[in-house]
């Protein structure tokens, strides 16, 4: 057992933890105030143009760093292969997105679009400039360093939408959307220093690729089903709903992101560790999945009980139409928690391929019903086809993780559903107390009585029953990395 190991591992977790909590806490103020400086039009074009880049930038995804975090020795061939592929790419989406921007904005019905498009057109080409090494502090675990590289990127973002919006309007969204990663570009040469060097050998690049032709075929899916979501808000209902819609999931899907970002970026380099000890990998995969369920599920409840008076004294009456959508996709979050912990799981253990099985059924679930629910229940159509589509495909997930790990959901038979119950007790505390003292006053006391109760709940049922709900939440990254055995990772 390698203590060392053990403590690299948890100190992964803390410092990507402590990242992504300070980066959606800026976003999250950023949001709420340019919510009150700007109008859900002002969103609903920023959405427009992010999709149209997104959406190219998601059908090229070659995974190329992805690759690399898996690669035991990648040399210097494989490096120069990846930058060079990587920005070759962003050029490629660069133009096509300029020349096809009256093209984008015609789909959505909005012309206004169309030099937004253009220069958002920059951000591929930003991102991709920046320093390939940052896949070895993936790799090995450096996640102080690679604080040091989001935190600014969200800071630079948002303090220039913000400065910029009484002035510029949506086009302050536009250059905080840029110089963020502008920031994050410069330093990562500080932080991952490398000397690019343009060369297209693909016979170096073809070890990555084998890897990253699932990654490649997931991200089709996946960009496809929201982009055409988009497209068909922006039509049937109008830009301005589209802005309600790319608010609320801004909101509703932080806890979602959290466990994405937290849980994948770590998990995944841990499981490729474990994947060759079965019984490990499964212990790793229950401890890591309890902690995180502990910890979001409580969250989501709350979100859900406090939607009214989150938009009434935080967003402002503007906003009004995202209360029960907001509602809606914190729902589909809960749901989708699970999938969310199995991603990494499949990637570690070199199964990436069934991501895409689970990525096509829910993507087509999801195309397949917008048009429909959109039709009878107006914006809210797209947070049902959301929880539909999502809840199908965490039974195909459940199926794969029985079949890869011994005893999968054995030892989550009590925590889990114990968690669901006082996380559910915990958001209709937080709805009563915000119900029986209207106002600001309430609104505030609900979260914080309700979320401090529901800690205190956990707590109780973990030392009543031990479940091991604080030693997963405390010591899970850790605790799980001892099991690895003898090994080490760069302390860097």
């Given amino acids: 057992m390698s203590s060392y190991l053990a403590r690299r591992t948890g100190s992964a977790m803390f410092w990507k933890a402590f990242q992504l909590g300070s980066s959606k806490v800026i976003f999250l103020v950023r949001t709420l105030i340019l919510a009150r400086l700007l109008a859900p039009d ?59 921007a009256p093209l984008v904005a015609a789909l959505f019905a909005e012309p206004r679009a169309t030099n937004l498009i253009r220069v958002m057109a920059l951000r591929p080409l930003i991102s991709a400039a920046a320093s390939i090494r940052v896949a070895d502090l993936t790799r090995d675990l450096s996640f102080r360093k690679l604080t040091s590289l989001d935190l600014p990127d969200a800071l630079v973002n ?50 990555l690729l084998r890897f990253g032709r699932w990654i490649f075929l997931m991200s089709i899916i996946s960009v496809s089903g929201s982009s055409i ?34 849980v994948g970026t770590v998990a995944f380099p841990l499981y490729a560790r474990l994947q060759g000890d079965k019984h490990q990998l499964a212990r ?12 979001l599920f409580p969250i989501c409840a709350l979100l859900i009980a406090l939607a009214p008076g989150l938009v009434e004294f935080v967003l402002g009456p503007r906003w009004a139409g995202t209360v029960q959508l907001i509602q809606l996709l914190a729902l589909a979050n809960v749901v989708g928690l699970f999938g969310d912990a199995v991603s990494p799981l499949l990637k570690g253990a070199g199964q990436p391929y069934k991501l895409v099985v689970i990525e096509l059924l829910q993507s087509s679930l999801l195309i397949g019903l917008i048009w429909t629910l959109t039709g009878f229940f107006g914006v809210l159509g797209a947070a049902l086809a959301w929880i539909v ?34 996380a559910a007790a915990g958001g209709l505390l937080a ?62």
């Fill in 42 to 100: 002002d969103f609903g074009l920023l959405a427009i143009s992010l999709v149209s880049v997104g959406f190219l930038v998601s059908i090229t995804n070659l995974g190329m760093v992805p690759a690399l975090v898996q690669h035991p020795d990648p040399d210097e061939q494989q490096y120069d292969a990846a930058w060079s592929v990587g920005v070759s790419r962003a050029a490629f989406i660069a133009v096509v997105v300029f020349l096809t």
């Fill in 158 to 207: 948002t303090i220039v939408s913000i400065a910029l919006a009484p002035l510029l309007g949506v086009w302050a969204l536009v250059a905080g959307t840029l110089a963020g990663p502008l920031a994050y570009l410069l330093i990562s040469y500080v932080l991952a220093p490398y000397r690019p060097r343009f060369t297209l050998d693909m016979s170096a690049a073809q070890p």
């Fill in 229 to 262: 979501l988009q497209v068909v808000i922006s039509r049937r209902l109008g830009v301005a709903e589209l802005g309600l819609y790319y608010l609320a999931t801004k909101l509703a899907f932080i806890p979602a992101e959290v466990s994405s970002e937290v």
């Fill in 284 to 295: 790793a995969f229950r401890a890591i999945f309890s902690s995180v369920s502990a910890l």
């Fill in 389 to 422: 589509a999502v809840g199908s495909a965490q039974i195909v997930s459940a199926f794969y993780v029985r079949g890869l790990l011994p005893r999968s959901f054995s030892e989550l038979v009590g925590p889990v559903p114990a968690i669901v119950v006082v």
């Fill in 431 to 492: 709805w009563a107390i915000a119900n029986a003292l209207p106002g600001l006053t309430g609104f505030v006391a609900a979260g914080l009585v309700a979320s401090l109760l529901t800690a205190a709940a956990l707590f109780v049922l973990d030392r009543t029953f031990t479940f091991g709900l604080a030693r997963d939440l405390l010591l899970a990254f850790p605790a799980v990395a001892g099991l690895v055995g003898q090994g080490g990772v760069d302390s860097s």
